[in-house]
Nanobody, 116 residues
């Protein structure tokens, strides 16, 4: 079983930055998408960003130009750098490894709150 663990969530003020981390272990996969997904209170889950094993990226319109996803493949770690945070970014952020026929693996989430 693959264990995915997110960390880095916190309470911050509007305009501040946070970096979320995600680690997956064991992670023997060579073809995958690693996504960040968030869920605000009483709302559906929302796609935030994606990075593939070959390093291509995708972002939602609501976060592009503010958020950046990156990875340390050798350490099976992924990151979401979030700048210029807004109150509407408040949510639980999940890291999800989509590994094709091997399945999808989700973490338990880390909470980000943006409030003055």
């Amino acid at each position: 079983e693959v264990l995915v663990v997110e960390s880095g969530g916190a309470l911050v003020q509007p305009g501040e930055s946070l970096r979320l981390s995600c680690v997956a272990s064991p992670f023997p996969f060579t073809n995958y998408y690693m996504s960040w997904v968030r869920q605000a209170a009483e709302k559906e889950r929302e796609f935030v960003s994606e990075i593939t094993n070959v390093g291509t990226f995708k972002y939602s319109d609501s976060v592009k130009d503010r958020f950046t996803t990156s990875s340390e493949k050798s350490r099976h770690q992924w990151y979401l750098q979030m700048n210029s945070l807004k109150p509407e970014d408040t949510a639980v952020y999940y890291c999800a490894a989509e590994c094709g026929s091997w399945g999808d693996f989700w973490g338990q989430g880390t909470r980000v709150s943006v409030s003055s």
